[in-house]
């Protein structure tokens, strides 16, 4: 057992849609400075810096980070999908529970373009060649956006399986939108209707236009420390990473010719068991939740691999409300990445600032009250899922 580990300082700008935001090193920079004043720490007291980004030429992260000083320190791109931005917090968190140092920078930033996610690099493997051949067997491949097939097959699985109703999966999306019109750093603030979801264009079945997270841009920040540090700094009450948990695919996501399990129900479920494990909290101990639903069909497949529900409950679930204020958990009080936005590198720590200020109590008309313990989970497919326990603790 290492050291413990405290997210001390938090930062995050407004998230954009694609034309409409700042260069990414400037969008970062400013992520990195909110984060350093948020802690009340210098530049020059960070010893190591992980930068996330999925879109982008080689060391990018040392260009978003010298925006905020030029001070030689180690900085390590990191690029793993939608789960980039809390795989970077992953390896800050490493370095400062090994005692390699006492105070590390995580950012995670993303300059998207319109339109859906799409291959750079045509003339070579593609890392997903062993997912889209589980779905060409199982579904085939059309003109759909690629992600909307995976996701969406994943959803029509469901359904298929436990005759859940369509209106369910938007029911979510309403949901999401409540939420973010109380984020003013969301890109969609704009609350819709379960029949304004589903009348919007058809995706792939089950998923509409409204059921799809948007191209964004944005970044996001967190300074991570030990205790040692926090105490030197006169900071006493902190958020502390109770655990945390990666995990990659296993065999079932390739052999099962099943499309949930293809995006990464399996991985997530085993790393949701290991943070449970390690920090000693259980589901029913959980306050708020930040999850990665990119798509809504991902989000209902997420209840069930973090546990929140037995698996074929998601639909009594969602129509119970435990999903929301007054309910069990409240999931993604940002609005998720389906309001809030979703910037690939900048989701991770996005999804941790949130979770900070809530169990600060900073969050002001989403707060969730009385908020002690959040949990993270930001899935890439390809693929890691990244789990994470959060507490309120004093030092």
Request: with cysteine.
């Given at each position: 057992m290492g050291r413990k580990v405290n997210v001390i300082g938090v930062g995050m700008v407004k998230f954009a849609k694609p034309g409409a935001s700042d260069g990414y090193e400037v969008m970062a920079g400013n992520a990195i400075r909110d984060a350093l004043?948020?802690?009340?720490?210098?530049?020059?007291?960070?010893?190591?810096?992980?930068?996330?980004?999925?879109y982008g030429d080689s060391t990018c992260g040392q260009r978003a980070v010298y925006t905020a000083g030029v001070t030689?320190?180690?900085?390590?791109n990191v690029n793993n999908n939608c789960s980039t931005g809390s795989s970077a917090l992953f390896l800050a968190r490493q370095a400062v529970e090994g005692g390699l140092a006492e105070c590390v920078l995580a950012v995670g930033f993303e300059q998207m373009e319109k339109g859906a996610l799409g291959s750079k690099f045509t003339d070579r493997t593609n890392p997903l060649d062993k997912h889209v051949d589980v779905m060409s067997k199982v579904q085939g491949f059309n003109q759909a956006p690629p992600a909307a097939q995976m996701f969406g097959g994943a959803g029509r699985e469901y359904r298929w399986k436990y005759?859940?109703?369509?209106?369910?999966?938007?029911?979510?999306?309403?949901?999401?939108?409540?939420?973010?019109?109380?984020?003013?750093?969301a890109v969609f603030r704009e609350v819709l209707s379960v029949e304004q979801i589903l009348a919007s264009d058809e995706v792939f079945d089950p998923l509409t236009r409204f059921q799809c997270c948007p191209?964004?841009?944005?970044?996001?920040a967190a300074i991570v420390c030990?205790?040692?540090?926090?105490?030197?700094?006169?900071?006493?009450?902190?958020v502390q990473i109770a655990a945390q948990t990666m995990r990659t695919d296993y065999a079932t996501t390739f052999e099962n010719e099943s499309m949930i399990k293809m995006c990464g129900f399996?991985?997530?479920?085993?790393?949701?068991?290991?943070v449970y494990e390690k920090?000693?909290?259980?589901p029913k101990d959980v306050d708020v939740v930040e999850l990665h639903d990119c798509f809504t069909a991902n989000e209902?497949?997420?209840?069930?691999?973090?546990?929140?529900?037995?698996?074929?409950?998601?639909?009594?679930?969602?129509?119970?409300?435990?999903?929301?204020y007054g309910g069990a958990f409240v999931t993604n009080p940002s609005g998720g990445l389906l309001s809030k936005g979703h910037p690939l590198g900048a989701t991770g720590l996005a999804q941790c600032a949130e979770l900070v200020w809530q169990l600060r109590g900073q969050a002001g008309e989403r707060q969730v009250a009385d908020a002690e313990v959040g949990l993270q989970h930001n899935l890439g497919l390809g693929g890691a899922a990244v789990v994470t326990m959060y507490k309120r603790a004093t030092v």
């Open positions: 004043k948020d802690a009340g720490v210098d530049y020059k007291e960070v010893e190591q810096a992980y930068a996330g980004y999925v030689g320190i180690p900085v390590v005759g859940t109703k369509r209106e369910t999966f938007a029911k979510i999306a309403e949901k999401a939108r409540k939420h973010a019109s109380k984020n003013p750093l191209p964004t841009c944005g970044a996001a030990s205790n040692e540090f926090a105490k030197k700094k006169g900071i006493t009450k902190v399996d991985m997530a479920a085993a790393a949701a068991k290991d920090s000693g909290v259980s209902l497949l997420t209840y069930e691999a973090l546990g929140l529900c037995p698996e074929g409950g998601a639909e009594k679930f969602i129509w119970d409300g435990d999903n929301t």
